[in-house]
């Protein structure tokens, strides 16, 4: 949710509503710390293999 552009308090709210329990804000902030840190990783993997794509084009 976070993000997603959800505010860490919409967050409390949220999980609150669905769990019965608050997550605190440090909570949320640092699941998120370790969320984009795996995120950074997987972008700037290497390519390695072979990957076919296809391309699809208009017909008039």
Do not use: C
Request: glycine share 6%; aromatic share 8%; charged share 20%.
């Amino acid at each position: 949710m976070y993000l997603a552009g959800v505010s860490v308090r919409r967050v409390e709210d949220i999980t609150e509503a669905l769990w019965g329990t608050k997550v605190s804000p440090g909570t949320i902030s640092n699941l998120n710390q370790k969320v984009y840190k795996r995120i950074e990783a997987w972008r700037n993997r290497p390519i390695e293999g072979t990957h076919p794509y296809s391309t699809l084009t208009a017909s008039a």
